[in-house]
Each structure stands twice: as C-alpha cells, then as structure tokens.
C-alpha cells in the first residue's frame, strides 16, 4: 500500500471517528460545575448535587430535553478558591459547556465571574446568597434563591422579637464571611441591635478556640451571629458554651440544616436558630418536595435535606431555561431561555425571571432547632 493510501486511510478513519463523536455530542447537552466534593466542606457540595443529580436523572430518563440528555461535569474545588478558578477555566475553555451551574460558596462562586464575563456564558444556580452575585447588575448570573441581605433581616427581625439587643459576630474570614457580617451589620442596624464584637475563622479550619472564648466571655453579649460552614459552625457553638456563654446563636443557611445539627448533636443544637431558603425537605404536602423526595427515592437516596432540596430546584430551573431556549442550542441561547422563564410555579416554590429580573426567589423562613 503506498504512502498516499495509507495517509488516505488514515485520514478518513479520523474523520468518522470525529463524525461518530459529533453525533453523540449532538444528542448530550452538556453543563459545569464546580463544588466542594471532598474537605470539611465537601457535605455541602455532595447533597446541593445529590439533589441535583437525582432530578438530572428523571429528566433523562423522560427523554431529556427535545430528546438530548443532560451532563453535568462536576469538578472538586474542596472549597478552596484557586482551584475552583482553575476548575473554571477548564469548563468555559470546553465549547460543549453551555452553562456553568451549581457553584457551592462564596468565594469560589467569585473565582467564575471573570469567566463568566469573558466567555459569556450563564452561570445558574449557585449555592451562595452573597451580594457579589448580585451587585452590580449581571444578566449572565441567575440566581435561585434569596440573598444573604434577605436571610440578615429575617433573622434580626427575630432576634429583636426574643430580647436580644447586643450582638456577637463570628464569621469566616473571606468574601462569604464578610458578605455575612454587611448583611447583618445593615439588618442589625434597622431594628436597634448594636454589635459589639467580631472575630474571624479561616476557611475550611475549626481551630476556634480562642474565638469562642472571647465572644463569650471577653465582650458578652446577648446573642451571636455566626457565618461560617457546619464544621467551624459547631466548633464554634461548642467552645462557647464550654465557655459559660448562655445566649442564642444565629446562623444563615449556607451552614447547611441538617450537616450543622449532625456536627453538633441535639444538646448544643438546642435553641439555635437558622435561616432556610427552600421550603420543609420532610413536608410532602408541598407538590414540589414530593416530587423532590420520589427523585431521591428513584436514585436509592433516602436522605432528605435543605442542601439537596436547594440542587434539586436549581436543577429544575436549569431545565425550565433549556427547554425555552431556541434551537440550536448556544450559551447565548440558554441565557435567552433563562429569562425567558418569566414567573414559575415549581409546585411550592415560586421563581421570576425575565428582562432585568435575575433573582428568582425571596424566600426566608426560620427554624429554631429543638
């Protein structure tokens, strides 16, 4: 066989092959994230894609969407912003992704934006309710649930309605830790709570010691608000009741419900108050979380929470956005179909998006733990 053949040959098998791997990619529609999967943050990253996944599941299951299935690439970040920017650049430099979705944190959320802005792409979804999402303005970011700002007046709200006029704060030293601390500096200003202390946990460590004992006994105060995650959260409540201190404890959602009550047993979770941004994850009465906890099931998932509820309605509005998306789909297209959304029912939990609308929900209730 001469060398020309052989080239010939050669060339042609390269050409089916990317012809066979054109037509598979043709019949995926193809979505990134990044999460923590593994470190002392890891619970929060496994149930927001638990639920997620489970809902992914079903959809492809009833023939995806148009007849294409769905495929997240989900990428650890362990909760460490580097490596969730460079988990970014992977998944925006791939032309199959079309959206960036379920991004868990704050600060690792933020490691997306640039990307975001540069390759115009949407970003849906993300676990944070941190203002650096939502201020300036962004038509690409679509927000799910409702803000940190939203959680902090809820919770000051409470607190004033129990007795409480001073305030402690412990936060993570980082943009989630410091959005917390605004967010409630603001809200705790509008009802008359002043804030005497602070002090500070680095992220993805619950060496806090030395913190617990100087918000409960160093500048006592009536309460302590505290913006951090599960782990350092209960480490934290832990030390100050080691300490004497005998107040309340007040905590926004991204600690996670059901991973802070674990961490910290029913004697220390006693009392502590928690905000949530989706409804009861046990309350089938609600058409949405039935149909949330039979995705589950489907699965082999038994495991019923906030954080995985949160996965599996972002998963939904994911889906709403594609479906009204025109065809062929593009990243242009998807951020298209997402506002095209308007005001969405989801059977219990209520969505809007449209022209200059990207924060679908304002929803914030209370759960004081037993």
Request: glycine letters at 10%; one cysteine or more.
């Amino acid at each position: 066989m001469s060398r020309k053949s052989r080239f010939a040959r050669r060339l042609l098998a390269a050409l089916l092959c990317a012809a066979a791997a054109l037509a598979v990619s043709a019949h995926e529609i193809r979505i990134g994230s990044s999460a923590a999967l593994s470190g002392p943050a890891a619970g929060l990253g496994q149930r927001f894609h638990a639920g997620a996944a489970a809902y992914f599941t079903h959809l492809n299951q009833q023939g995806g969407i148009a007849g294409s299935r769905l495929v997240v690439d989900l990428l650890d970040d362990a909760y460490e912003a580097d490596r969730a920017n460079a988990n970014s650049r992977k998944l925006v430099e791939d032309p199959r992704v079309l959206a960036l979705f379920g991004y868990v944190g704050t600060p690792t959320s933020n490691m997306a934006l640039p990307y975001v802005r540069r390759w115009k792409l949407p970003l849906v979804g993300a676990y944070t309710g941190a203002d650096v999402l939502r201020e300036p303005y962004n038509p690409l970011i679509f927000n799910v649930r409702a803000s940190y700002q939203e959680e902090a007046r809820q919770l000051a709200v409470a607190m004033k309605a129990s007795g409480v006029r001073t305030l402690n704060v412990f936060y993570q030293a980082d943009l989630f830790g410091r959005a917390g601390l605004e967010a409630m500096r603001s809200a705790a200003t509008a009802v008359g709570i002043k804030i005497l202390a602070t002090a500070t946990v680095k992220r993805n460590t619950a060496q806090v010691d030395a913190e617990a004992a100087a918000l409960s006994t160093g500048t006592p105060a009536d309460a302590i608000f505290m913006v951090s995650t599960y782990a350092s959260t209960a480490a934290f409540v832990r030390g100050a009741r080691e300490n004497g201190f005998g107040g309340r404890f007040y905590t926004l959602s991204f600690a996670g419900l059901e991973q802070l009550r674990s961490a910290l047993g029913k004697v220390h979770s006693k009392g502590l108050t928690i905000a949530q941004v989706v409804p009861d994850p046990e309350d089938r009465s609600i058409p949405v979380v039935a149909e949330y906890q039979q995705a589950m099931r489907d699965v082999g998932d038994k495991q019923f929470d906030s954080i995985s509820l949160e996965g599996y309605l972002a998963a939904r509005v994911m889906a709403e956005g594609l479906r009204r998306a025109r065809q062929p789909l593009s990243r242009e297209s998807v951020e298209q179909g997402l506002e095209a959304i308007g005001s969405l029912d989801l059977g219990g939990f209520h969505v809007q998006f449209g022209p200059g609308l990207r924060n679908g929900s304002s929803l914030v209730e209370l759960r004081v733990l037993p």
